[in-house]
């Protein structure tokens, strides 16, 4: 989702974007889900980030015991754990977000 941001950077419309994404092959049921609300800076938590997270500690783990990089993993779970340290813990998962928009 840092399209969302590109786009309010550009001074576009997020709603926009999001109707033009729900046209489009990258349309999914969790971004039809999601997308609406981030857009709105809402995330009513369906699933906590906190989990989310632990979940990308687990998979970085066992990759690691099979000598299997996961660097995009990898830096998606520095984005969740910077969520939570912003305190996003709790909120869900899509308010990582959040993190994305505290990078210089």
């Known amino acids: ?12 419309s997020k709603h926009d974007l999001i109707d ?9 049921p969790m971004f039809a889900l ?8 809402n995330y009513p938590t369906a699933f906590p980030l906190k989990h989310q997270q632990k979940d990308l ?4 783990a066992e990759a690691d ?4 990089p996961l660097a995009v ?3 998606a779970n520095d984005l969740y ?3 939570r ?5 709790d909120a869900d998962f899509s308010a990582v977000l959040k993190a994305v928009q505290q990078q210089p």
Do not use: W
């Open 57 to 60: 500690r687990l998979a970085i």
């Open 85 to 89: 340290k912003l305190g996003h813990g």
């Open 1 to 12: 989702f840092p399209c969302l941001l590109a786009v309010m950077q550009m001074g576009l």
């Open 81 to 83: 754990v910077r969520a």
């Open 20 to 28: 033009v994404i729900a046209l489009g092959a990258i349309n999914s």
């Open 73 to 75: 993993i990898a830096a």
């Open 34 to 41: 999601k997308g609406p609300a981030m857009a709105k800076g």
């Open 65 to 68: 015991a099979a000598a299997q």
